[in-house]
């Protein structure tokens, strides 16, 4: 249920320091992708933030979502979800189960009327309602009922975002995404495949902090995170941008890590932020491993032509994408700089 | 004034964040700090700049900053934990001559 006190005091009666706090922000910051300077901002805010009420509502999916959210290694999983938010209704999660998990929905949608955050995995089923239905009532109808008194919506992986496998071509059980079906209320997509449990926090973060949506793009996804392609922040890209392709797994290009584009990778057309934030508590991510990315965040991406061909167009490296490249590199700071120019170094010698 | 750098927000290859730090090396002051998790702050070889480690309390790493500043903000006693401390002092005295 909704704490009346502020997470300030919430952390400070639990004898966290004023230290303690700080570094909680500052984690917070990296965490929202947002500039390290903007800690003061969220030091204020977050002190007398409130905890809002959380509704997860898990409809045709696999439970990778919540597994990835589960596997954040964010300052605040325990806190953020036990702690800061308070997670009312999910029925992986919940002890509760049947009536009394269907009693804790309808009582914190009471209580938080007009300011509970519904979360939504999976996409919904509308061929046939039966497909997909939680203590018989069908994915479309709870997602309606539920989403009635809701200050916003998320929808977490691209099944929620944009109907994602179930929806991939003959879409068999006709699913589609909560967007095609909410309205009224303002939609949050989160996609990925699964999202990087980092951007699920953050987005809950950022509303927590702020107690506002984060600015979006025009498919509904936060601009902090889903802002740059993979293959802006490539690390491989000053080898695309020198023409150096593996052209299989095991050549000699694919060993001296060249770029992965003629193996398909759709980095390219690609908005998803694992480049930087990687996976596994920052280890490393696909492109990394060797592997090109697969568009896990982007609508239809299992029906985008197979995941080992090639990207048929070339990208634009037309002035403005070189003009965002320089701004990003000029925030990026000295070190990064440094390392690129060795790369470039690297691939010149490469060429020779 | 200061700067940071958020490390998370730097398209890193393999092996990059370990070129950063052996090319800023260690320098004379480090310093742990144990709350929510332990942190660490290590002066580097570069007088001024911080490596700034900070980890939850199942020692995962949640957050790298480079930081440019004389002394790390959070190595500083703050304000609102000293004015604790004394009330806190009083009631400890307060108990022994009681
Ligand atoms: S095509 Fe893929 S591997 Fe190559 S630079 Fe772009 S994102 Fe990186
Ligand atoms: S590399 Fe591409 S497919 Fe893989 S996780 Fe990142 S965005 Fe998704």
Redesign the interface.
């Known amino acids: 249920m909704t704490d009346a006190i502020t997470l300030g005091e919430h952390l400070r009666a639990q004898g966290i320091s004023r230290r303690g706090f700080l570094k909680f922000c500052a984690a917070t910051a990296s965490l929202m992708a947002l500039p390290p300077n903007m800690v003061p901002a969220i030091a204020k805010a977050l002190e007398t933030a409130r905890r809002p009420s959380v509704i997860w509502l898990s409809f045709q999916e696999c439970t990778g979502c919540t597994e990835s959210l589960t596997r954040s290694h964010a300052p605040t999983v325990e806190g953020l979800i036990f702690n800061t938010i308070s997670l009312d209704y999910h029925h992986t999660l919940q002890v509760a189960a049947g009536h009394q998990a269907e009693q804790a929905r309808a009582d914190a949608m009471k209580e938080n009327w007009g300011k509970y955050l519904v979360v939504v995995d999976g996409s919904i089923p509308l061929g046939d309602p039966g497909f997909s239905t939680i203590a018989g009532v069908s994915n479309v109808e709870m997602l309606q009922e539920t989403v009635k008194g809701a200050a916003a919506v998320v929808a977490v992986g691209s099944c929620a975002a944009f109907g994602g496998l179930p929806g991939a071509a003959p879409n068999p059980t006709g699913a589609v995404s909560v967007r095609d079906l909410v309205k009224d209320t303002p939609v949050i997509n989160v996609p990925g495949c699964p999202p990087i449990p980092v951007v699920i926090t953050g987005v809950l973060a950022h509303y927590l902090t702020f107690g506002k949506l984060p600015a979006l793009d025009e498919l509904g996804r936060p601009k902090a995170f889903y802002g740059q392609t993979i293959h802006d922040r490539c690390y491989r890209r000053p080898f695309y941008e020198r023409g150096k392709f593996a052209e299989s797994f095991d050549d000699e290009g694919a060993k001296k890590g060249w770029c992965l584009y003629k193996l398909g990778c759709k980095g390219p057309i690609t908005y998803n932020a694992c480049a930087t934030t990687k996976w596994n508590e920052g280890v490393s991510f696909p492109i990394e491993a060797g592997h090109g990315c697969l568009g896990c965040s982007q609508p239809r991406f299992w029906d985008l032509g197979g995941f080992y061909k090639p990207l048929s167009q070339g990208t634009s490296t037309n002035a403005e994408t070189l003009a965002a490249a320089a701004a990003a590199g000029v925030a990026i700071g000295v070190g990064s700089a440094m390392l690129s120019k060795r790369r470039k170094d690297q691939s010149q010698k490469e060429e020779v | 004034m200061s700067t940071?750098?958020?490390l998370?927000?730097?398209?890193?290859?393999?092996g990059?964040e370990t070129?950063?730090e052996q090319?800023l090396g260690s320098g004379e002051v480090s310093a742990t700090?144990e709350?929510?998790g332990r942190?660490e702050f290590q002066e580097t070889g570069i007088a001024g700049v911080w490596l700034v480690t900070?980890r939850?309390a199942?020692e995962?790493?949640?957050?790298r900053?480079?930081e440019i500043v004389e002394v790390p903000?959070?190595l500083r006693s703050?304000?609102?934990?000293m004015a604790d401390a004394l009330s806190e002092l009083q009631s400890r005295l307060a108990a022994e001559s009681g």
């Open positions: 940071t750098i958020d998370r927000a730097i398209p890193l290859g393999p990059e070129q950063i090319t700090m709350s929510l942190s900070h939850n199942q995962e790493v949640i957050a900053f480079i903000q959070l703050q304000r609102q934990d």
